[in-house]
């Protein structure tokens, strides 16, 4: 298994998933069986701040609700996740929200845009290009199937393109 790379048609925004944050997510979404599940992606940036690397993906909060079209992440316990990501020896924090949607064709929903669009504004937050990554039951390249797309604040949300090959790039 590599990392999943993925960047904006313009260029200027790029993502780099690695490899045990997807195979975290694998479990998340088989575990969720026939209903919608989520959480947060936790990361940093690169140093150029070219690149928003996801370094961890956490489970739905306890609080969560969720259906089998829809999801509503709680905030239980992600005070104290964060809390020791910013505090350990490599600094992490807050970079976007993870969905997966149990059908084939993975279609963000007018929801999930709208909310991406509030957390982008959001202060507690403190993250104005959030990341929204959705998962779906299909296969690609013998892997789940996923879309990633970067959400800035006033902007559209731009789709970030799978990158082959680009996995071993540093
Ligand atoms: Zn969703």
Redesign the pocket.
Known sequence: MTDWSGKTADGTFAVQIQAPVLGALDRLCREAGAF?TGGILIGRYSDDLAVAIVREATPPPLDSRRGRSW?VRGVGGLGDILGNSWRAKERTYYVGEW?F?PVAHIE??GD?FDQMLKISHAKKYDCKEPLLL?LGTGKQDGWRSLRAFVCPAGCAPLELLPRVGAADEK
């Open positions: 919608e999801f969905h949607h963000p929903s999930d959705i």
